[in-house]
């Protein structure tokens, strides 16, 4: 049995309002022309322009590919690695959500390492040629991406979408800034906001979980249940979004060292088939994998209970109960639907329940949770997630 733990973050994380500012001092230490990886939609809110202008007030030249779309693919990849070789890059910027700093992720990767990204899946191709160095700034509040060794690719040959975990993935800086995820409308607050909560849930409740993780994903979880229908309800309340930021960052660094669970791997699959955005995906599945996991872990699950409900007299079971109901009423102010209401076809998604329970199992995240299903409790919970009700009912 291992004794030991690793911990892995970035070699800095620089965080709270303004952070951004660092952007210039952070690249001239690491190159002299950077790629900034981004999207149309951060481009138009100003963010690309500013950040040039903040590289080249520190002698820091830059090329932007603003072609990443939500739940990147190996084609976004390509197109990036290419621009970077073309115009003799040395550092890699992510500016965006989760989806630019994955994409950025295998630049960083690929420019010295070769191959396609899906050679570094599940003990594959090891990425042991130190990456270009890769500064991580996300404007929202939810995947922690910029402080994981995690990437997340779809294959657009057979539409899988790929976990790809190695050390050489985590980016060398994070700058995380809250006033960035300000402009977020309110579906991208809750899809990833409650992405976040999921991460903070898993790496507490993983098998994998260690003291180090632990501390993060409780701080996490405290933060993200605080603070998450704040921001959602008023984009402006800073102190809600800084609080959310924070929460993001820290439940990153717990599940990239804990692991996540059943809820990630069986909602990669619906992300990659359905094109559902990440958060919502895991939404839809969250409450019900609690309650198929609740006996198995119990005392964490009571743990989470005690952050909404912090009555001192409630009992783990109660409190574990509470847990799950709270997250399910989270879920219903959050306004999250269900997969039928996201529209869904009701014998597409029968015709694809066996392939998604087999790429579940296959990313490894359902053998990390409390209570490891078989596969027919897989394609079960897909069929209990479908139609489930978030409607509240008090656990008490
Ligand atoms: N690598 C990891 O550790 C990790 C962890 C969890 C999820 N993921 C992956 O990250 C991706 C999702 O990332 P995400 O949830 O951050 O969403 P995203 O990056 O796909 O962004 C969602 C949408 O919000 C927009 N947006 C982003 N910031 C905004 C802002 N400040 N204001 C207005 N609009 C903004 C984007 O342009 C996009 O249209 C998925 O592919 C998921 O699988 C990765
Ligand atoms: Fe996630």
């Known amino acids: 049995m291992e004794t ?98 994955d994409t950025a992720k295998a630049v960083a990767v690929l420019a010295t390492n070769y191959g396609y990204i899906g050679d570094y899946m599940n003990g594959g191709k090891a990425a042991d040629v130190t990456p270009v160095p890769h500064i991580a700034i996300p404007t929202t509040a939810g995947t922690g991406s910029e402080a994981t ?17 190695q050390p050489a993935f ?52 405290k933060l993200i249940v605080h603070n998450l229908v704040a921001a959602y309800e008023d984009g402006e309340n800073i102190d809600a979004r800084e609080a959310m930021s924070l929460g993001a960052l820290q439940a990153g660094i717990a599940f990239s060292n804990a692991s996540v669970c059943l809820v990630h791997g069986m909602s990669r699959p ?11 995906s895991n939404a839809m599945l969250l409450p019900a ?16 209970g005690r952050i909404f409900e912090p009555d001192k007299s409630l009992t783990d079971e109660v409190a574990a109960k509470v847990a799950v109901a709270a ?32 790429d579940a199992i296959t990313s490894g995240s359902p053998g990390n949770n409390p209570k490891v299903p078989s596969r027919e409790e897989i394609e079960e919970l897909y069929q209990v997630c479908f139609d489930y009700d978030f409607g509240y009912v008090s656990a008490k």
């Open 170 to 221: 985590m980016p060398s800086v994070a700058i995380v800034d809250p006033i960035l995820t300000m402009p977020s409308p309110q579906h991208v607050t809750a899809a990833t906001g409650v992405d976040a909560l999921s991460h903070a849930i898993e790496a507490y409740i993983s098998r994998k979980s260690h003291p180090m993780t632990d501390v993060l994903a409780l701080s996490a979880m």
């Open 270 to 280: 619906i992300g990659a088939l359905f094109h559902v955005p990440h958060g919502f």
């Open 289 to 304: 994998v609690l309650e198929f996991s609740k006996d198995s872990c119990i005392e964490r699950l009571a743990d989470l």
């Open 4 to 101: 030991f733990n690793f911990f892995r973050a970035p070699q800095a994380i620089i965080y709270g309002r303004n952070a951004f500012k660092e952007i210039g001092n952070q690249a001239t230490q690491f190159g002299k022309k950077a790629l900034i990886v981004s999207d149309e939609i951060i481009d138009q809110l100003g963010f690309v322009r500013i950040s040039q202008e903040m590289l080249s007030e520190n002698d820091v030249e830059s090329v932007v590919y603003l072609g990443v779309k939500s739940e990147p693919t190996d084609k976004f990849v390509e197109e990036s690695l290419e621009l970077f070789r073309v115009e003799n890059c040395d550092l890699v910027i992510s500016l965006g959500g989760g989806s630019c700093i």
């Open 149 to 165: 060794d995690v990437t997340v690719i779809t294959n657009t040959s057979n539409n899988v979408k790929m976990m790809i975990k």
């Open 327 to 358: 997250v399910k009423h989270l879920c219903k102010v959050l306004n999250i639907p269900n997969l039928k209401e996201w529209g869904i076809d009701k014998q597409k998604f029968d015709s694809f329940i066996s392939k998604m329970a087999s």
